[in-house]
């Protein structure tokens, strides 16, 4: 059974900075396409930025410049490093794997249809 368990959100300031991370835990194999989502009450669930297998990455316009996608694969372990937070950037994250091939292509898909596993989510608050 495929798991994935976030950590690293919390409280911070307006302009600091956070490191999310994402243990993979029952995958057989490297996903095809993981990535960071995030969901603000009352809005839609949004991507934040996606990796594809070939290391190519996608990133929200609303993030571009402040966000940093990696993976660990010897660790099972994606991350989402993200600086100057501003209140726009309070949501809950969440990681994401997907197992289809569809996700990946040119560059991963940064939607989330095209992802089958989900964490439960970590929540980011930004405060002024």
């Known amino acids: 059974q495929v798991q994935l368990v976030e950590s690293g959100g919390g409280s911070v300031q307006a302009g600091g900075s956070l490191r999310l991370s994402c243990v993979v835990f029952?995958?057989?194999?490297?996903?095809?396409?993981m990535g960071w989502f995030r969901q603000a009450p009352g809005k839609e669930r949004e991507g934040v930025a996606v990796?594809?297998?070939?290391?190519?990455?996608v990133y929200a316009d609303s993030v571009k410049g402040r966000a940093t996608i990696s993976q660990d694969n010897a660790k099972n372990t994606l991350y989402l490093q993200l600086n100057s937070l501003n209140s726009q950037d309070t949501a809950m994250y969440y990681c994401?794997?997907?197992?289809?091939?569809?996700?990946?292509?040119?560059?991963?898909?940064?939607?989330?249809?095209?992802?089958?596993?989900w964490g439960q989510g970590t929540q980011v608050t930004v405060s002024s």
């Open positions: 994401a794997a997907s197992s289809l091939a569809a996700c990946d292509g040119v560059y991963p898909k940064l939607i989330a249809g095209y992802y089958n596993y």
């Open positions: 029952g995958y057989s194999y490297v996903p095809v396409c």
């Open positions: 990796i594809g297998t070939r290391d190519k990455t």
